[in-house]
């Protein structure tokens, strides 16, 4: 039988996850993006913009800024889901300021600058995602602004914040080369993030099976906490002959992680089985198009044709 973690000990892996991720984050905004006129859309690329015109410190403003998205998120999320964001962002803020004192910047080819800063910070995105953390900023909002618009999905917010962002950088640096270098390094760290985080064969979703004898309280967490619905699958074990329900959820590829974390939470023998979704059309993910009906039509005859039968 597997033995829960204690929450001290799951808390120190994350701090220490926290403290890598931080390290690395301020690494690429102080020796890679900042020197060389790149803001990597985010909360980060608006203080980077602040920091240029008027020497502000980045990671103090990062925070700062954060502060009022905390107390919304505190009011609509919960204290427990938004405690490891705070934490985590207090942690990349002062990562950046202290790195500052620390790095060498890297003042040459400004190609070279966006490919490596996008490495660095998608690897070090990579490692607060691997537990269940962010850094805030536009992922946050995006979420809580989700809660209200929820016709436009995370992504589409989050990308129309960073849009907005990168075009600012361009007006600011006077420079439309400075915004193009940011679109890559955007491009960088999150395929690298997809990568690191779930393969090189990466879709539009993620299916999971989760097979539990605690699947209702799985369900309800999963419902609660992230807005998905869930489905249960008629199950017979072959072996033991026993009748259940599996658990059918799709997800965003960016919450397996958080679904992991809620299945090991509530039951750590579950057994846990994540497929690829070439595809998932509906609420919370691609939208449908006109060019679904062909497909639509067809199933509806294969069905009318059934019921003829």
């Not at 060389?36 to 990062?62: D, E, K, M, R």
């Not at 990349?92 to 300021?97: C, L």
């Not at 080819?109 to 490919?115: D, E």
């Not at 909002?141 to 209200?148: C, D, F, S, T, V």
Request: proline letters at 3%; a neutral charge; glycine letters at 10%.
């Amino acid at each position: 039988m597997s033995r829960r973690k204690s929450p001290v000990a799951t808390w120190l892996v994350d701090l220490l996850y926290f403290a890598v991720g931080s390290v690395l984050y301020g690494m690429s905004v102080n020796m890679f993006t900042a020197p060389n006129q790149i803001a990597p859309g985010g909360l980060t690329g608006l203080s980077t913009l602040i920091n240029h015109v008027f020497g502000t410190p980045i990671g103090t403003v990062i925070f700062i800024m954060n502060l009022p998205l905390f107390a919304w998120a505190f009011l609509a999320i919960g204290y427990k889901l938004v405690m490891k964001t705070v934490v985590a962002t207090f942690m990349v803020s002062a990562a950046i300021d202290l790195m500052s004192f620390i790095v060498t910047p890297y003042y040459g080819n400004q190609m070279l600058a966006a490919i490596f800063g996008g490495v660095v910070e998608g690897f070090s995105l990579s490692l607060f995602f691997m537990r269940g953390g962010t850094t805030g900023g536009t992922d946050l909002l995006a979420r809580l602004l989700n809660n209200h618009l929820r016709h436009i999905s995370m992504a589409k917010l989050m990308m129309c914040v960073d849009v907005v962002i990168v075009a600012l950088a361009g007006f600011v640096y006077q420079s439309l080369e400075s915004a193009m270098y940011a679109l890559i390094v955007i491009f960088v760290s999150t395929r690298l993030i997809d990568t690191i985080l779930y393969g090189t064969d990466v879709g539009t979703g993620k299916m999971l099976y989760v097979i539990s004898e605690k699947n209702k309280e799985i369900a309800r967490i999963i419902m609660e906490e992230l807005d998905r619905g869930v489905t249960f699958l008629k199950s017979r074990g072959a072996y033991s002959g026993r009748e259940g329900e599996i658990i059918l959820c799709a997800v965003r590829r960016d919450e397996v992680v958080k679904v992991n974390d809620i299945v090991r939470s509530v039951d750590p023998s579950a057994f846990v089985i994540v497929g690829e979704a070439g595809e998932i059309s509906g609420e919370g993910f691609r939208e449908y198009h006109q060019n679904d009906k062909p497909l639509t039509e067809l199933l509806q005859r294969k069905k009318r044709q059934g019921e003829t039968k």
